[in-house]
Structures are given as C-alpha cells and as structure tokens.
C-alpha cells in the first residue's frame, strides 16, 4: 500500500468512525429522558438550575449537538471524497466534492431520524433532518470560504515575488 492509499484508508475510516459516532447517538440510550439524567444534576449543581430552568438548556445542548455533529460529518466527507477523486485541477472537483459531502450528510441525518422512529423513547423529526443539513451546507460554506481565501492569499504572494 502506497502513501496515497494510506492516507485515503485513513480519511474514510475517520468519516466512517464518525458516522458509527451519529449511528451510536441515535440509538435508545441517548435520547432526551437519558440525557436529561446526566447533565440535569451537573446543571443543578453547577448553577442551581430547576428542572423547568434547565429544560430550554437541554434543548439547546441537544440541537447543538446535531449541529456540530452533522458539521463534522460534512468536513470529514469532504476530505475523504478530496482524497479519494483527487484531479489534478483541484477548482473544477470543488464542487463534486462538496455536493457529495452534502449527499452523504443528508442520507445519514435522514436514516438517523427514520431509524428514532423505531425506537420507544425517541422521536425522528424532519426538523432535526433540516438542522442537520443546514449544518453540512453550512460546513461546505465555510470549506468554500477557507479555500478561497487561501487561494487569495497565494495569488498575492504570487504577485509579490514578481512585484507586480
């Protein structure tokens, strides 16, 4: 196996492990009622919170949750499907790039939801679906705008060094 395998192997068992991650959290053991039972008493503690004081903070903490979860997964696509179509013209496979981040991200997010409607004490939204694909574009936006300040930035030292 080459370095370029190696380093493809390596950025898809990151996505996967995270997807085993988002898989992991959609299961029975931490739906809210879980949840709610270790960080309640942290929250009550640490701040004196009521049960009714700390219900929007749970809510808060949760949605976050599928917010910075579903952000990473779109990164972590992201780099995975760079290394794997990489072209020699990196600018025209951006977006193929991106578009399958997003793809793969709102799968998952969907599967999540549909596979809590099977479970008791869970509930699968299209809300939590749109949350979490608001997060994957949101993570290409920023993938987009890093790019492209970095391009930025070289094209001035480029200009520099010629002194133009």
Known sequence: MNVEQKHI?????????????????STKYFGASETSRILYPIFHFLFGLT?????PWHHIIRKTGHFVGFFTL???????????????REAEW???WAALALLVSVVVASLD???????PNRTGTVSDVILDSTAA???QIVIF???????????VEE???RGD
Do not use: C, D, P
């Open 51 to 55: 049960w009714e004081q700390f219900r």
């Open 94 to 96: 951006m977006a193929l």
């Open 113 to 119: 939801e549909w596979h809590q409607t099977y479970l």
């Open 159 to 161: 200009l520099v060094l």
């Open 9 to 25: 192997l390596k950025v898809w068992i990151a996505a996967a492990l995270w997807m085993g991650l988002i898989a992991l959290e």
């Open 74 to 88: 779109s990164l972590l696509q992201f780099r995975a499907w760079k290394a794997t179509l990489r072209k020699h």
């Open 145 to 155: 705008l890093y790019i492209r300040n970095k391009f930025r930035e070289s094209r």
């Open 137 to 139: 574009i949101v993570a």
